[in-house]
Structures are given as structure tokens and as C-alpha cells.
């Protein structure tokens, strides 16, 4: 199955979960091995296999024992700055995300009252 954006969490996590179990069984290791390699519980193996949600350093643990680093590092690919860009901004790398045009015009102060009729 195919993972897209489509798909809820659960599902995701269903799938991610069965494909880390095929994963170990390739390699010829039991739950109980993996979990001992990778240095946590048998049970947080089988909660991700079963596509339950997991501490994120207990993913990448397993990952490593599965030798599946390099996948985690082609899903987040580190972002490159384009030269151009790094030189329009003084070689300086971007630290926060400004909008332009998104801020509402002064609007001129009306003098404040009490509502009282005139």
C-alpha cells in the first residue's frame, strides 16, 4: 500500500507499522531480538508493529537495528539554501518567515466616545 497524504494518521501508522515488521522479519529477527539490539521494551515493538504511536527515539532505534537509516534521511532531506538567495541576504541564512502584505493598513483613529446621542 502506498502511504499518501490521503490516508489518516491511523492508517499511516498501520502501515508503517507492518512495514517495519517485514522489515525484521527479513533480517531473520524476533521481536524480543530487535527490541534487545535496538535497546527497548518487546512491548514498544509490538505496539509499533501493531501501528500504535511510539516516543520518536524509540522509532529511530529500531530504524538503526533495521538498517534503515538512510530511509529516514531521504523522508526529511536537509534544506539547501540557493546561492542566490544566501548572497541577496548578505550570507546570512533565514531565521524566521516574514510576510509581506499580509499586515492591515492604519486604520485612522476615530475619537472615542461613550455612545452617548448627540
Known sequence: MKISAMM???VVLEELGRRLGQRR?????????????AGVGKR?????????????TSLVRLL??????????????AETVRPMTLLKQGGRLPQ???????EKPAQEAEPWSWDEPQ
Open 96 to 102: 524566521r518567515v516574514r510576510k509581506r502584505g499580509d
Open 64 to 77: 538503526r537495528v533495521l538498517e534503515l537509516m538512510p530511509a529516514l534521511d531521504a523522508m526529511i532531506p
Open 25 to 37: 522479519l527479513a533480517l531473520r529477527l524476533s521481536q524480543a531480538e530487535l527490541a534487545e539490539q
Open 8 to 10: 489518516s494518521d491511523d
Open 44 to 56: 514498544t515493538v509490538e505496539r509499533i508493529e501493531a501501528g500504535q504511536s511510539a516516543q520518536l
